[in-house]
């Protein structure tokens, strides 16, 4: 024992390093000789601490980590793709107790198409609202029998005193300009090069729109069964593989409005008289045009380009459109002789005696207002008779300016009240609507009905597809 105190003296210990080393060294003894007689779970435990590795080293706190960069995409959290899904959501830790912020994304709604699958438009023009549907109105036929059968939009007014940016507008969204504000007298396209603004809106000055500007029958070709376009008279005294799409040539003067002082001699024109719809007879009324004077349209031959809003797009034009599909409204009837064979669209005009104009229109009987009148008595009923329409269909008839061309000095920009006319089994009989509406909305109702994205204006323009077409979409349960 001595000799072991000795060698303890000699590493130096302390006294009471000295007894802990004794303490263990019985401890360690009384466990190897429970060991062999059996041992308590308390004595189990001490041996168990006795066998764990002792520490060698200090641990010190962990640094903080360094700060994640702020994220510039998408804040989502990263997930593998067998974890990822589309239910899931972004959640972001705060607190050690994980408190998580959940984000959704809702999905733009699609666009749902109606019952209508038809819609015819009959264009027509006013000086005014009441010279339409006023009591006194000459319009017999539309104030008395057709009004009944639908909603008066009360509210509709042009873009302006002028008729064409209100057929353009109908069709494609576009605004006018300097040139469609007097008609398009020289038919002109717009310059090479020329670039839509964001909103769709071609700028600067010009008659024929690039390919580049969709129109509501491109967007029907693409997506449904397309358009038709039918206008009185057009094509007159031509064969019958060139009445279709009639329209001057690039950057030629429009004879139809204005004759072509350097090139044209006097006209001699043949009058066809007609008789009902679907008749015509040919009777030898001549009229002369001297050159240089302004175009006197007759009866029979009163087609003008700026009553077909269709010719003047390259993207009609171009890819033969519009050489299949506006034509003579002498081939309405058989257009609409069963459902199948009628398009989406089809959009009706007469010629400059029977629109209501202010045109004067000699040997037309009767003109003016009262000439619309009789043009809507001989042709509505051809539409409402129509499978097509009985099946689905929808009836607008418009009205732009019943001026030709603008008074000297006047501006473009004062929007007449003409109203509108929507008829339908999905609308509600003799209802009125005082909300205002333009030429846009008869664009953007047509592109509702038939969920179509809207062009140009349109996209801003207030639509009256539900209010004046209540039924026209199921009822949601």
């Not at 038919?187 to 509501?216: H, M, Q």
């Not at 376009?229 to 204005?258: I, K, R, W």
């Not at 031959?301 to 010719?311: C, G, I, L, R």
């Not at 009789?374 to 009985?390: D, H, K, Q, T």
């Amino acid at each position: 024992m001595r000799r072991w105190l000795r060698r303890l003296r000699a590493v130096r210990l302390t006294w009471i390093e000295l007894g802990g080393i004794l303490a263990v060294s019985v401890l360690a003894s009384g466990l190897v000789i429970a060991t062999a007689l059996g041992r308590t779970a308390a004595q189990s435990q001490a041996l168990a601490l006795l066998r764990r590795p002792r520490i060698s080293q200090v641990v010190l706190p962990r640094r903080p980590a360094p700060p994640v960069p702020a994220v510039t995409g998408d804040p989502a959290p990263a997930l593998s793709a067998a974890a990822a899904s589309p239910s899931d959501t972004a959640a972001t830790s705060t607190t050690p107790t994980t408190t998580t912020t959940t984000t959704s994304t809702k999905p733009a709604s699609t666009p749902v198409p109606s019952k209508v699958k038809h819609v015819f438009i009959i264009a027509l023009t006013t000086p005014s609202y009441r010279a339409a549907f006023g009591s006194g109105s000459v319009m017999q036929y539309l104030d008395h029998e057709l009004r009944p059968k639908g909603e008066l939009l009360s509210g509709y007014e042009t873009l302006g005193e002028t008729d064409l940016p209100d057929y353009l507008a109908m069709v494609s969204g576009q605004a006018p300009n300097v040139d469609t504000e007097h008609d398009c007298t020289t038919y002109a396209a717009f310059p090479d090069g020329t670039a839509p603004s964001k909103a769709g809106e071609v700028p600067g000055r010009g008659c024929v729109y690039p390919n580049t500007i969709l129109t509501l029958g491109d967007q029907l070709d693409a997506a449904a069964t397309g358009w038709k376009g039918y206008f009185e008279d057009m094509g007159t005294g031509q064969p019958a593989d060139q009445q279709n799409c009639q329209h001057p040539n690039s950057n030629a003067v429009d004879t139809t409005l204005t004759p072509d002082t350097a090139t044209t001699p006097a006209v001699t024109t043949t009058t066809p008289v007609t008789t009902t719809p679907a008749v015509t007879t040919t009777a030898p009324v001549t009229t002369t045009t001297a050159a240089g004077d302004t175009a006197t349209p007759v009866t029979g031959d009163d087609y003008a380009t700026s009553q077909n809003p269709f010719v003047y797009f390259h993207s009609l034009l171009d890819l033969g459109d519009c050489s299949s599909d506006d034509l003579p409204l002498t081939r309405l009837t058989r257009g609409l002789s069963s459902a199948a064979r009628t398009p989406n669209l089809v959009y009706i005009a007469p010629g400059l005696c029977d629109n209501g104009s202010d045109t004067p229109c000699p040997g037309a009987t009767p003109g003016g207002l009262a000439g619309a009148d009789a043009f809507l008595r001989a042709w509505v009923p051809v539409v409402l008779r129509s499978p097509a329409y009985r099946k689905n269909g929808a009836l607008v008839i418009v009205f732009a300016s019943a001026a030709t061309q603008l008074a000297a000095g006047a501006r473009f920009d004062h929007p007449i009240r003409t109203g509108a006319l929507v008829i339908s089994r999905y609308a509600k009989a003799g209802a009125v609507s005082k909300t205002r509406y333009t030429p846009y909305s008869v664009l953007r109702s047509i592109e509702d009905l038939f969920a179509l994205k809207p062009l140009a204006h349109a996209g801003v323009a207030k639509s009256f597809a539900t209010t004046a077409l209540p039924g026209a979409w199921a009822k949601t349960k």
